[in-house]
T-cell receptor, first 115, second 114 residues
Framework: AQSVTQLGSHVSVSEGALVLLRCNYS??????LFWYVQYPNQGLQLLLK??????LVKGINGFEAEFKKSETSFHLTKPSAHMSDAAEYFC?????????????FGTGTRLTIIP | DSGVTQTPKHLITATGQRVTLRCSPR?????VYWYQQSLDQGLQFLIQ???????AKGNILERFSAQQFPDLHSELNLSSPELGDSALYFC?????????????FGEGSWLTVV
């Protein structure tokens, strides 16, 4: 079975500070990993994804994430927070079981930016 | 704009009153997914269709049903909604079903059951 754990349902950082949103996964096979962002009253938008290859993945809006197999983690970072980054962020894992792909989401982390 | 269109954006219905939510996937996408987002359950996968056929099922209750039509649009039906079905329902689409396919989400349909 696969699951995703996001540590911290709410994270607050000052504008200009480092953003770190944590995601750990459990999977019996190598997973594909995703980060989605949901702005208020909008749908989910893909930030970045890891499939194979380079473990440091760069996404949109200056975000990046590093796949660490030994730590089963896929934490999302951004060097300098901007007010427009305030949103809810979801980590997700995808793998095929019995021929069917399933995307499982974490419970989300709400990011607040302090002016 | 993801290219996935959902209607209606908001819907208020009474318990027991059949509801239909509609989704048009991105042009060229064959796979459609339905998700339910609520405060207590988070984002839950309901069901996936690929080119008209059901591919995967999540924690979908019997009063929910869905289908994908030949023109690839999809509908999610609630035969007899209950108060607990009040949630934001997302439709999403992707080109195929392979691992790592990017899934694009619509803006959701807010369902309130009173």
């Amino acid at each position: 079975a696969q699951s995703v754990t996001q540590l911290g349902s709410h994270v607050s950082v000052s504008e200009g500070a480092l953003v770190l949103l944590r995601c750990n996964y459990s999977s019996s096979v190598p997973p594909y990993l995703f980060w989605y962002v949901q702005y208020p009253n909008q749908g989910l938008q893909l930030l970045l994804k890891y499939t194979t290859g380079a473990t440091l993945v760069k996404g949109i809006n200056g975000f990046e994430a590093e796949f660490k197999k030994s730590e089963t983690s896929f934490h999302l970072t951004k060097p300098s927070a901007h007010m427009s980054d305030a949103a809810e962020y979801f980590c997700a894992v995808s793998l095929i079981l019995f021929g069917n792909e399933k995307l499982t989401f974490g419970t989300g982390t709400r990011l607040t930016i302090i002016p | 704009d993801s290219g996935v269109t959902q209607t209606p954006k908001h819907l208020i219905t009474a318990t027991g009153q059949r509801v239909t939510l509609r989704c048009s996937p991105r042009s060229g996408d064959l796979s459609v997914y339905w998700y339910q987002q609520s405060l207590d359950q988070g984002l839950q996968f309901l069901i996936q269709y690929y080119n008209g056929e059901e591919r995967a099922k999540g924690n979908i209750l019997e009063r929910f049903s869905a289908q994908q039509f030949p023109d690839l649009h999809s509908e999610l039906n609630l035969s007899s909604p209950e108060l607990g079905d009040s949630a934001l329902y997302f439709c999403a689409s992707s080109v195929g079903i392979g691992l790592g396919n990017t899934i694009y989400f619509g803006e959701g349909s807010w369902l309130t059951v009173v």
